[in-house]
């Protein structure tokens, strides 16, 4: 196949995402610090490289899907970087979830080089990136979109060019918004039945099928009703991203207090060495509230 293709991140969206990308033809580069990472890639065809920058020398379009802002930063911008390696007309395309003013600054960066970028978050978790189900949100020219859109099509199925550069990293901060929230409101819901001596299980099936019904009452719910936080989505990932949203907002001069309640709940939990957890262990932080009134005094205010 025609573009040349680079990886860097292989964690749990990462390394799925690279495979699909190898099984349909495509050549594929990649680059992990840790040697492991890369292994189950290398054992499918693709090559290592040394640093991201030989990886940007060697390929047409370059994916990252690494863990947050700063990381994007060092592997586009650090010493060895991408910016070190790329060629004029390569494109760069981040799907971590990372910060919208830092994407547009990179974004300029690469600009100045004569590369495009694009970024492009996604949702769907690990099973979607299996899959080749993602959601892809991308912001970023018009043009460019164009000349990834059928690279998307082999990691995603609901692909929307948002915007400009950014757009996309603000599109995934309202999808982290409406996820917090809702799993809030479910525990609730299932705290308030379970406290009236209601089955919460057949709460949760009544509601399913009403204005009520949504993805997270569906999966999250279950989760809570079975008290099973197996990951799924890690709560210190959520709680990175509630920061990206509250770091938008504070920008913006936005008061955004839904979203201020759902980073509070994800603080207390990955406070207390839970962030390995699934975020809808939510749950865990409000059913600890009801049952212990006096631990309101020591969670921050906005919550209890
Ligand atoms: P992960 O399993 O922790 O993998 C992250 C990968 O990034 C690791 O393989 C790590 O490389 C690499 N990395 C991190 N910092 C790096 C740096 N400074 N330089 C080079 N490599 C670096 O995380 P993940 O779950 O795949 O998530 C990746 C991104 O997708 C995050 O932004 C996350 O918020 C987003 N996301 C995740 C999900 C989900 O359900 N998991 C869903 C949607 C979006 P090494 O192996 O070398 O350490």
């Known amino acids: 196949m025609g573009e040349r293709i680079g990886f860097i991140g292989l964690g749990i969206m990462g390394r799925p995402m690279a495979l699909n990308l190898l099984r349909a033809g495509y050549s594929l580069a990649v680059h992990a610090r840790r040697v492991e990472s890369m292994r189950p890639l290398i054992e499918a065809g693709a090559s290592a490289c040394g640093s991201p920058a030989e990886l940007a020398d060697r390929s047409d379009v370059i994916f990252t899907m690494v863990s947050d802002t700063p990381d994007v930063e060092s592997v586009i911008l ?106 809030v409101a479910v525990a609730e819901a299932m705290r308030l039945a379970q406290a009236s001596d209601v089955d919460p299980a057949r709460v949760r099936a009544a509601l399913l099928g009403g204005f009520a019904g949504s993805r997270v009452l569906d999966v999250h719910g279950q989760r809570m009703i079975d008290e099973n936080f197996e990951p799924g989505f890690k709560a210190r990932l959520h709680q990175k991203d509630m920061r990206i949203v509250a770091e938008a ?39 600890d509230l009801s049952r212990e009134p006096s631990a309101h005094s020591s969670l921050p205010s906005g919550i209890g």
């Open 78 to 183: 650090g010493e060895n970087g991408v910016l070190a390696g790329v060629h004029p007309g390569s494109v760069v395309v981040d799907m971590s979830t990372i910060s919208a003013a830092v994407t547009r600054r990179l974004a300029e960066r690469l600009g100045e080089r004569g590369v495009e970028m694009l970024d492009a978050p996604v949702s769907g978790g690990e099973a979607g990136a299996i899959d080749g189900r993602l959601s892809i949100m991308v912001g970023g020219a018009e043009s460019t979109f164009a000349r990834v859109l059928p690279l998307f099509h082999v990691m995603g199925e609901n692909i929307v060019h948002v915007g400009g550069h950014g757009a996309g990293q603000v599109c995934k901060s309202c999808n982290q918004i409406l996820v917090g929230a809702t799993i």
């Open 249 to 287: 907002a504070q920008e913006l001069g936005l008061s955004l207090p839904s979203a201020n309640a759902v980073a509070r709940y994800l603080d207390v939990l990955v406070g207390q060495g839970l962030g390995e957890l699934d975020s809808s262990a939510i749950y865990l932080v409000l059913r």
